[in-house]
C-alpha cells in the first residue's frame, strides 16, 4: 500500500478514534465487575509501562528495581489517609516529590555505570528499600502492612463500591502518562535518548550532556510511577513492602515495556494487554493456586522476544514498527 | 558557523599550553605546546603511540591534564566535561566509527543538528544540506547499521558538521580511503574551510596530510618534535629518523 | 560462616562472566535447583546431602551446559540489556516452575547431625554450618587448581583471556562456554546442597543468594577467582556483623551498602578485574 491509498488513510485516521470511543464507553455498556477490573489491571500496568519505559526504553537503562518509586509513591499515600486521613489525590504528591528526589540522587549515584552493574544497584536500590519498609515496624506496620478501610463511598476520599470510577481514574492516568511519552517520543529529549540508548560516546560527541538527560528521564519515569503508587493505595486498599517494593512487580514493570515494545509510545499497553489477559487464562486454566503459572508464561515470552523480536511484539502488528522512530 | 567573538588574530583558537598526560608510569604526553590559528588547517602527525589520540582525549574533555592548560577562543577547557566542549564549539569524529545504529543516516545528523537548533522541522532542513554536501544523498533513509564503511565515515563527518563546530578535529579519516576519495575528500574539507571553519587533522595517510595543511605538529613519544610547513617538516632530520627510526607507519 | 557458601556461589558466577562475558542474573536459582535436588534425593531416597552433593553437581553440570548451548549462546557478543534480559527471563522461569510443581512451601532436610556443635576453643560451631563452610571453600580452592593445573582449566582461562589467541591454538571457545557454564552453574548448585541441612528450601530462595553473589563477585573484582573467595569472606563477616550490632532484619542492608560504595568508588573490585587466577 502506498502512503497515498486513501483506503489505509481513512483506518488509521479513524481507527484511534473508534478505540477510544470503544474504551471511553465500555463501563457503560458492559457491567460486569470482573471485565471492568481487568481492564484497569491492564491500565495500571499499561501506565507502570508507560514510565519504565521512559527511562528503561527510551533511553535504554534497564532500572530492574522501579517497584520502589511505586512504594515511594505507595507508602506516604496510604500512611497520610490513614493517619491524617488526607485523600489519595493529595496524598499522592508528597510520594510524586520523593519519589523525583531520590531518582535525582539515584541517578547521579549510578548512571556512570553501565549495562550489568546499573542493572544491579537498580535492584540493590530497590531491596534496601523494601528491607528499610519492613524494618520499621512503628511507622510502617513492616509485613502486616497498611490496611485502609473502606467506609462507604466518599468521591473525596476517592472509595467507591463500584468500578466505574475507578476505570475512568486509572484510565484518565494512563492517558496521561501516555502524553507524556508521546511528548517526550516527539521532542528534542527523545532523539537525544535514543543516542544515549544506541552509543553514549557518540551522543556524548554530539553535545549532549549524559548524565543531565538520563537524570531527568529517571526523574520523570519515577514521578509517574509514584503516581501510580498513590493510585494503587486508592484501587487495592492494602500495601505491604512485598507486594510495593518487590522484584516481582519490578519485573511485571519491565515486562510490560519490554515485550510490548521498548521505546514505543503504545507499546506498554500491547504489553499489558497481553500480560493481564495471560493471568487472567491462567489462572482460568490452573486455578489461582497455581501461582507460578502465569510468570512462567511470562518468562518465555520475555525470553521469546528478547531473541527473535527484540523490538517487542508491538512490532509484529500491522504498522507497529512505524511506532518506532528512527529518524 | 557559531562565530567567536573574542579572538585575536593573534591567539590561536584553540592553544595547548605545556599540556602533560600521565597514565601511571607512562607519560603520553609530555610538555606538549602548539595552537591552532583560526581559519587554519593544522596536521598533527607522529608514529604510533606518539600521543595523537591522548591529545584528541584531552581536548575533547574526555581526559584531564596532569599539568598545563587547554584554552579554547579564549576561554579554558580543562574541567569541562565533553559535551560543554561540544557545545563551546569543537567536535571531532571518531577514528572507529560510532554510528547511531538503529537510526537513519538522517537521525543521525539530525541529532547533531538539534544541538544547536532544537526545532525539529528547521533541524531536519540542515541536516539535509549537510547530508547533500557530504555526499550521503542516497543513503538518508537508510539505517546506519547497513551503511558501507567509506559512508559510516562520511556520517561521522556529517554529524560532527550538524553541531556547527567553530574547531573541527578529524580522527584519521583518511584511511581505508582511494585516492580519488580521498581527493574529494580533501575538496570538501578545503571548502569548509574557506567558509571558515578551522580543522586540526589527525592523519597517517601522508599523502593527504601534506597536501592539504597549512602546518604540521609533529609528535614522538608524547614530545613535540618539530613545527612547521609540510615542506619543512618533510625535510626535518628529527621526523625523518622518528618515523625510519622505528617501525612506524609512512603510507603515501 | 557464609562466607565459604557464598565464596563457592560467587566463584562460579565469576567464572562465567571471566570466559563468557556473561553477567548470569539466574545464578541464584541454581543454588536454589541445588538444594532441591537435595531435598528430593533425601526425601525420598534418605540420601544425606553429603552424598547428595557428589550426585547433584555431575548433573548440574550437564543441565548447565545443555542450558548453556540452547540459550545463552545466542546472546554472547549482542548488547548488555539482551544478556540482562535473558537470563533475568531465566531466573524467573526456574524460580516459578518450580513453585508450580513444589509450592511455596518452605522445606528442610533433617540430618542426624542437624543441631549437633563442634566447640574449637572459645567458639562454638554448629556442624551443619561448619562442613558447608568448609566444602565451600575447598571446592572453590579445587576450582583455582583446576584452572591453573590442569590443561582444560588452562584451556578456560586461555578463552577468557584472550579469546582470539585461544581459537588459534586450537582451543574450541563454544566448548569452554559450555564448559564454564556448567561449572559455574554446578557448583553453585553443590553450594545449595550443603546449604539445605540448615537453611530452608524454597523456590524464591535463589533471589537471595544471586544479590549476594554479585556483591561478592563485583568486591572482590568480576572474573577473579581469589577476588570471589575473599570477597565472600568479607562479605560474610560484614553480615554476620550487621546482624549482630544492627539488627537481625538489617543484615543484607550492610551488605548492599558496601555493594553500593563499590559501585561508587572502585567498580573493578578490590582486587581488580581478574584473569581468573
Keep these: ?327 | 558557523m557559531v562565530t567567536a567573538p573574542n579572538e585575536s588574530l593573534d591567539e590561536g583558537l584553540l592553544e595547548l599550553r605545556k599540556v602533560t598526560k600521565a597514565f601511571g608510569g607512562l607519560t603520553a604526553v609530555d610538555d606538549v605546546s602548539f595552537s591552532v590559528r583560526k581559519g587554519e588547517i593544522l596536521g598533527l602527525i607522529g608514529p604510533n603511540g606518539a600521543g595523537k589520540s591522548t591529545i584528541v582525549g584531552l581536548v575533547m574533555g574526555v581526559l584531564k591534564p596532569n599539568s598545563g592548560d587547554i584554552i579554547f577562543d579564549g576561554e579554558t577547557l580543562v574541567n569541562l566535561k565533553p559535551h560543554q566542549v561540544v557545545q563551546r564549539g569543537i567536535c571531532r569524529t571518531f577514528q572507529v566509527e560510532k554510528p547511531l545504529l538503529n537510526m537513519t543516516v538522517t537521525g543521525n545528523v539530525l541529532i547533531g543538528a538539534l544541538l544547536r537548533t532544537p526545532d525539529r522541522e528547521e533541524a531536519l532542513e540542515q541536516t539535509k544540506g549537510i547530508i547533500e554536501r557530504v555526499r550521503l544523498g542516497h543513503v538518508g533513509h537508510v539505517l546506519a547499521k547497513n551503511i558501507t564503511v567509506q559512508d559510516r565515515k562520511r556520517l561521522e563527518l556529517a554529524r560532527a558538521l550538524a553541531t556547527r563546530p567553530n574547531l573541527l578535529l578529524l580522527d584519521e579519516v583518511m584511511a581505508g580511503l582511494t585516492p580519488l576519495e580521498i581527493d574529494q575528500s580533501l575538496d570538501l574539507l578545503r571548502k569548509l574551510r574557506d567558509e571558515g571553519l578551522t580543522l586540526l587533522i589527525i592523519e597517517h595517510v601522508m599523502r593527504a596530510i601534506m597536501n592539504i595543511s597549512d602546518r604540521i605538529v609533529v609528535l614522538d613519544y608524547g614530545k613535540k618534535i618539530a613545527e612547521g610547513g609540510p615542506r619543512d617538516i618533510a625535510h626535518d632530520p628529527a621526523v625523518v629518523e622518528a618515523y625510519l627510526g622505528k617501525k612506524g607507519t609512512r603510507n603515501g | 560462616m557464609m562466607g565459604g557458601v557464598y565464596a563457592l556461589i560467587a566463584v562460579g558466577l565469576t567464572l562465567i562472566f571471566g570466559v563468557m562475558n556473561v553477567v548470569n542474573f539466574a545464578h541464584g536459582e541454581f543454588v536454589m535447583l541445588g538444594m532441591v535436588l537435595t531435598y528430593l534425593l533425601h526425601h525420598y531416597l534418605g540420601w544425606d546431602p553429603g552424598v547428595s552433593i557428589l550426585f547433584v553437581i555431575p548433573i548440574m553440570l550437564g543441565v548447565g551446559a545443555l542450558i548453556q548451548k540452547t540459550l545463552i549462546s545466542r546472546v554472547i557478543g549482542k548488547p548488555d540489556e539482551a544478556q540482562i534480559l535473558l537470563t533475568l527471563a531465566l531466573s524467573v522461569l526456574l524460580a516459578n516452575a518450580v513453585l508450580l510443581f513444589m509450592g511455596p512451601d518452605y522445606l528442610t532436610v533433617k540430618t542426624p547431625y542437624k543441631l549437633s556443635v563442634v566447640a574449637l576453643g572459645p567458639i562454638v560451631f554448629l556442624v551443619p554450618r561448619l562442613i558447608a563452610f568448609i566444602v565451600g571453600l575447598t571446592f572453590s580452592w579445587v576450582l583455582w587448581l583446576f584452572l591453573n593445573r590442569t590443561n582444560l582449566g588452562k584451556g578456560l582461562r586461555a578463552v577468557a583471556e584472550k579469546p582470539e589467541v585461544a581459537t588459534l591454538m586450537g582451543i574450541n571457545p563454544k566448548r569452554m562456554h559450555w564448559l564454564a557454564f556448567g561449572i559455574g552453574i554446578s557448583l553453585a548448585a553443590g553450594a545449595g546442597s550443603v546449604l539445605t541441612p540448615f537453611f530452608y528450601t524454597f523456590p524464591s530462595v535463589g533471589g537471595m543468594f544471586v544479590l549476594i553473589a554479585f556483591v561478592v563477585v563485583v568486591l572482590g573484582g568480576m572474573g577473579n577467582i581469589p577476588g570471589a573467595i575473599l570477597g565472600a569472606l568479607v562479605i560474610g563477616i560484614t553480615e554476620s556483623l550487621t546482624a549482630q550490632f544492627l539488627a537481625l532484619d538489617l543484615a543484607m542492608l550492610g551488605v548492599f551498602i558496601i555493594f553500593v560504595l563499590v559501585l561508587v568508588f572502585k567498580p573493578s573490585g578490590i582486587l581488580g578485574k581478574g584473569k581468573l587466577y
Design chain 1, 1 to 327: 500500500m502506498g502512503r497515498n491509498d486513501p483506503n489505509r488513510a481513512s483506518w488509521k485516521r479513524y481507527a484511534p478514534l473508534i478505540l477510544a470511543a470503544i474504551v471511553i464507553l465500555v463501563p457503560l455498556a458492559v457491567p460486569s465487575r470482573y471485565i471492568l477490573r481487568t481492564l484497569v489491571n491492564i491500565f495500571f500496568f499499561a501506565a507502570l509501562g508507560c514510565a519504565w519505559n521512559i527511562i528503561g526504553g527510551y533511553a535504554g537503562q534497564l532500572s530492574l528495581g522501579h517497584a520502589a518509586f511505586l512504594a515511594m509513591g505507595a507508602y506516604p499515600t496510604a500512611l497520610l489517609l490513614l493517619n491524617l486521613n488526607i485523600p489519595p489525590w493529595l496524598g499522592f504528591i508528597p510520594g510524586v516529590v520523593l519519589a523525583s528526589i531520590v531518582a535525582y540522587l539515584l541517578g547521579h549515584l549510578v548512571f556512570r555505570l553501565r549495562g550489568p552493574y546499573l542493572a544491579l544497584s537498580t535492584l540493590a536500590f530497590a531491596e534496601i528499600l523494601r528491607i528499610l519498609l519492613l524494618h520499621f515496624r512503628n511507622q510502617t506496620s513492616g509485613s502486616l502492612g497498611v490496611t485502609i478501610p473502606f467506609k462507604g463511598t466518599s468521591v473525596w476520599k476517592l472509595q467507591f463500591a463500584s468500578e466505574q470510577p475507578y476505570y475512568y481514574i486509572c484510565l484518565g492516568l494512563l492517558g496521561f502518562c501516555l502524553y507524556v511519552t508521546h511528548r517526550i517520543h516527539n521532542s528534542k529529549m527523545g532523539y537525544y535518548l535514543q543516542a544515549i540508548k544506541e552509543n553514549q560516546d557518540a551522543a556524548e560527541n554530539l553535545g549532549i550532556n549524559l548524565s543531565g538527560n538520563k537524570v531527568k528521564a529517571l526523574m520523570m519515569s519515577a514521578a509517574l510511577t509514584a503516581m501510580m503508587g498513590g493510585f494503587y493505595v486508592a484501587y487495592f486498599y492494602y500495601i505491604d513492602p512485598d507486594s510495593v517494593a518487590g522484584m516481582d512487580l519490578s519485573i511485571k514493570i519491565l515486562l510490560v515495556a519490554i515485550i510490548g515494545g521498548v521505546g514505543t509510545v503504545w507499546g506498554p499497553v500491547v504489553g499489558a494487554c497481553i500480560l493481564v489477559s495471560l493471568t487472567e487464562i491462567s489462572n482460568y486454566l490452573f486455578g489461582g493456586g497455581r501461582a507460578g503459572a502465569s510468570l512462567v508464561i511470562y518468562a518465555i515470552i520475555l525470553m521469546i522476544v528478547v531473541l527473535f523480536s527484540p523490538r517487542g511484539l508491538i512490532a509484529l502488528l500491522p504498522g507497529g514498527l512505524r511506532s518506532y522512530r528512527s529518524e
